[in-house]
Nanobody, 126 residues
């Protein structure tokens, strides 16, 4: 019954913006750090961002720092990823993932996260 569902993906032109949402069903995210990962065709899954359970701390990959913002609304059991100034290299399937515990891990290794959504496609193209 534990499930994460991403939404908000789509096709956007370079320089545009999208906001992704990740909503949990069957459990509360209050005691989970939540990360966003992405995987482009032919490439490995990479970490994008992470937010602590309280929202008090955030981490970003260097490739998205200054352009993406992660946030959460625990009352809505939802985590967001605001993506601005999108580039073609941001094209990927984006996944949210939840990890038990308050803090984001120091590593971007995806195996540290227990629960995963099915992903939402983000395509940045003119």
């Amino acid at each position: 019954q534990l499930q994460l569902v991403e939404s908000g993906g789509g096709l956007v032109q370079p320089g545009g913006s999208l906001r992704l949402s990740c909503t949990a069903s069957g459990f509360t995210l209050d005691y989970f750090a939540v990360g966003w990962f992405r995987q482009a065709p032919g490439k490995e899954r990479e970490g994008v961002s992470c937010i602590s359970s309280s929202g008090g701390s955030t981490n970003y990959a260097d490739s998205v720092k200054g352009r993406f913002t992660i946030s959460r609304d625990n009352a809505k059991n939802t985590v967001y990823l605001q993506m601005n100034s999108l580039k073609p290299e941001d094209t990927a399937v984006y996944y949210c993932a939840a990890k038990r515990g308050s803090s984001c891990p120091r590593s971007w290794w995806y195996g540290l996260y227990e629960y995963w959504g099915q992903g939402t496609q983000v395509t940045v193209s003119s």
